[in-house]
């Protein structure tokens, strides 16, 4: 590890940066399904591929964001014993 470098903030730049890139990751996937796939809207196709992919695509956001409320819950994992 570098010298200078407090651990804590360490991990805390560590919690931000995964926070970030888990939220990007999300809304990268969800706007290709929705684009590049055609699953956003309906296109002459029957409607319940558009609902099942805007059901799949809140309910992920669910996950992600219980995901995340845990890991920014967590305080003591990160010091040393």
Known sequence: M???WDPEVKHF??????SISLGLMWMLACATAG?????????????YG????????????FLLLRHLKKLWKKEDDHRPA
Not at 35 to 47: H, S, V
Not at 50 to 61: H, Q
Request: charged share 10%; with cysteine; glycine share 12%.
């Open 50 to 61: 558009t609902i099942i992919f805007y059901v799949c695509a809140v309910g992920s956001l």
């Open 35 to 47: 684009l590049y796939f055609q699953l956003g809207y309906t296109n002459g196709k029957p409607l």
């Open 13 to 18: 730049f560590v919690k931000i940066l995964n």
């Open 2 to 4: 570098e010298s200078g």
